[in-house]
């Protein structure tokens, strides 16, 4: 039966409240359909552009073309079933299009300036102002290295925007990256620093524009800057949307040059994915050319050094650096041939070429030199002190005075608290690890290693997970040394975990949670005079559930697959004995993802399934829309279209 528009249009809203992802892209192939099979028709406009916009977003951008081309024919022959709204989406979603196909070296140049003509065209008879046309322009002479980019960038940014230009959170980015690559660093460093305290938002910034700015502050010699920037472009990534191809590679980028080449290159090795695949073949080649910079680099240094990107046929630093070499080589090639130009190959060149530091630029929060990095329990396991606070002098203070470790721990912790309230965590980490020295040093254990749990999570929120990992260990050692209840110690434990999976310390982790499953015991009976258990044991479940999944996602990033699953479902039916459903449900999403890995996809079909149903219950619409992804993939793997194609309607 056809619906009604305005239930149409309620049916499109809900899908593009959705997660980007499989899920809503096939949500909206289903209802495209549908819509053009049965109508309304006034609908169709409506439905074409989430579709376009879901596959854009989606990082399936080659897909989008078929779309937007209906999209745009169905325009031309029926304006009359297009309000204001479809023609503002139709014309904004042009920019897309247009830009898209020239991070296709397939599309020939006559295409593009065609198309570029044609959008021109649209938006004059449209009544609309240039400054897209312009700035699509500019993005064409730009990407192709042309002599004609200078003036191109001009006409943009001096044509007036308009309702049709970049978001004003994108374009102070667009606008920095020419000038840093035209050589304009102070320029490109002002306009930053003036938009920033503006606190831009959008699905991209501020991530893109920090992650510039980090290396315009390393040109410019202002090592701190750069190193606080860092920081902040990482916790940015974490929020955009999108692939982030340019920003990731710069982060890499940015750790070689700023001397940490560890560090870089176990990005470049966690980045390693798109090595091998990207959204589009221009954003491939951006990233292999900041890969083949830091691969250049480590060659000179260390070309036996042992590396392992999945897809990538190298073992050692070298072979990486050929491989990586040798595919940016093929792409530029591409690109020039279709430009016209050497512009491509000229970009390769200078990345190559990398200005690393003398000194390594610290990029840490906390000061982990001269700092206990171990405490040994005394025989009882209790640590070496317990004199109360306040008992001992703490020494003099300022003015002379003598004061008591009570005081002076006050003031530490009053101190802290006000900068983590103000928002400042640098402050605040530093002064929470003053607090836990001078704690440790009284002999308060216990109260040292909180305060250094503190500390670990205003840098793990700054995104330095060397001192994060670093505080959470100290933490972790403290509280057990100091006789703090399993329970306490848990929560940190959880808290260290990510960040000890990320960095090298996941085997470490796994000992702490053996420690932690043999303190906790075993589960406490059920209260006295009833079956249900008491508060007590039900939070002891809930963290023993807690504790099951993290070991199982631990084992995971070790490759440790088949014990990963069974744990993760272990964990799950835990979640749910203790009514934790969304819990639960992530950790079924988990256990799917692993067994679809090991071709266990019976196993998978069902866990999926159950993540499903679960993120459902939970009423959890994005969660739920990221496991049917999953689920609809397999589905069709496995021939069964119909299920998956039921399952991408229910989303709706």
Sequence with gaps: MTTTVEAANREISRLRDLPYGLARTAAFEQLVARLEAEGPEAARAYGYAGLVESLVWGQEVQKAFVPFTRWLRWADEHPEHLDDGDWHLLHWSFKWMVSDLMEYPSVSREQIERTLADMERRYALAGNGMNAVRHERFLWEWSRGTPDAAAAYESWVTTPRDDFSQCEACEPGDRASYLFDAGRTDEGIRLLEATLPQDPRCATEPADMLSLLQLAYLDAGRYDDAARTYRRALASLDQAEGGMVGARGRHVVFLLRAGHRERALARLVAEGALLVAAPTPWLRLVFLRQAAGVTAWWR???????????????????????????????????FDERDGTDGSARALAEALVLDVVTEPVD???????GRRESVAPAADGHGSGHEPAGTRDAGPAA??????????????????????????????????????????????????????????????ELHDEVSAGWAYEQAVALLRAGGAEPLVVAAVVRAWAP?????????????????????????????????????????????????????????????????????????????????????????FWLAGRLHRDLAQEDRALWCLESAVEGFELARDRQRRAGAAGDLITLLRARGQDGRADELARSLA
């Design 363 to 369: 990029l840490t929060v906390l000061a982990l030199g």
């Design 499 to 587: 960040v000890a999976a990320e960095h090298g310390r996941a085997e470490a982790l796994l000992d702490e949670l053996a420690r932690l499953d043999a303190a906790l015991g075993a589960e406490p009976e059920a209260a006295a005079g009833g079956d249900a258990p008491d508060e007590a044991a039900t939070a002891l479940r809930a963290e023993r559930a807690r504790l099951t999944d993290i070991r199982a996602r631990t084992l995971a990033t070790l490759g440790r697959a088949e014990e990963a699953a069974g744990l993760a479902v272990q964990g799950a039916e835990a979640f749910a004995g203790v009514g934790m459903i969304a819990s639960a449900s992530d950790a």
């Design 399 to 460: 003015d002379g005075t003598s004061t008591s470790l009570d005081d002076r721990l006050r003031a530490l912790s009053a101190s802290a608290e006000d900068a983590f309230r103000r928002g400042d965590l640098a402050v605040a980490g530093e002064e929470y690890q003053r607090l836990a020295v001078a704690a440790q040093d009284g002999g308060l254990l216990t109260a040292a290693g909180m305060a250094y749990a503190e500390a670990a999570r205003c840098a793990q």
């Design 300 to 334: 000179t240094h260390e070309p036996e050094r042992p590396v392992a990107i999945e897809g990538v046929p190298a073992g050692t630093v070298a072979e990486l650096d050929d491989w990586v070499l040798a595919q940016a080589r093929a792409l530029t090639s591409q």
